[in-house]
């Protein structure tokens, strides 16, 4: 198995656990800075895990059960093999592709983004600072800019709206986005060149 498959693999099984914990004990909680910390944590942590080491660590520990050097050195001995079959090449290939699509995909998104913020207008709603958009799209924020076409929503839902979306803008929500949409395609490029 090449060895940025069992990054891959690494990295897919902490994202697992991490978020099996979120779904079975944090999402029904009210603590939403608690459980924002959890996930954000959660998608870091997987990135960097695959990358270190543990086996010199737990080396000197003799607590530890000698199994676990010895399963990394099995892990190493699968990545060594010089002869990789068709199938991981046709699985390498699809992965390259993946990230190619991955990538062109948030390019488009900012893109789009871009061209809706020119074709917006700066206005005032309820006393907050808004964009003014002509499109059939649903109410969103951009850093510290709310997007939303008024002529949608029922007078009365406009300043629950502006509320919901404030929180958005006032606890940088747009940060915790791209980081994922960064993480997904910043993650097979490093496999793919390093």
């Known amino acids: 198995m090449p060895h940025f498959f069992i990054i891959l693999l690494k990295i897919n099984l902490?994202?697992?656990?991490?978020?099996?914990?979120?779904?079975?004990?944090?999402?029904?909680?009210?603590?939403?800075?608690?459980?924002?910390?959890?996930?954000?944590?959660?998608?870091?942590?997987?990135?960097?895990?695959?990358?270190i080491n543990l086996t010199e660590f737990f080396a000197d520990r003799k607590a530890v059960p000698a199994f676990v050097p010895r399963l990394n050195q099995q892990v190493s001995q699968l990545v060594q093999q010089d002869a990789v079959s068709v199938f991981w090449q046709v699985l390498t290939l699809l992965f390259y592709v993946g990230v190619l699509v991955m990538a062109l995909r948030l390019l488009i998104q900012f893109i789009s983004l871009y061209k809706m913020h020119k074709?917006?207008?700066?206005?005032?709603?309820?006393?907050?600072?808004?964009?003014?958009?002509?499109?059939?799209?649903?109410?969103?924020?951009?850093?510290?800019?709310?997007?939303?076409?008024?002529?949608?929503?029922?007078?009365?839902?406009?300043?629950?709206?502006?509320?919901?979306?404030?929180?958005?803008?006032?606890?940088?929500?747009?940060?915790?986005?791209?980081?994922?949409?960064?993480?997904?395609?910043?993650?097979?490029?490093?496999l793919v060149f390093g």
């Open 14 to 51: 902490v994202l697992i656990l991490f978020s099996a914990t979120y779904y079975l004990v944090l999402r029904r909680l009210t603590f939403y800075s608690i459980n924002r910390m959890f996930l954000l944590f959660g998608i870091l942590f997987s990135s960097a895990y695959p990358f």
């Open 119 to 190: 074709n917006s207008s700066p206005d005032r709603l309820a006393d907050y600072k808004v964009r003014i958009l002509n499109d059939q799209v649903s109410p969103f924020s951009f850093w510290q800019t709310i997007y939303i076409n008024p002529r949608l929503h029922k007078r009365q839902d406009l300043n629950n709206i502006l509320e919901h979306e404030k929180v958005h803008v006032e606890e940088w929500h747009t940060v915790d986005i791209i980081l994922a949409e960064i993480c997904v395609v910043f993650i097979g490029l490093i």
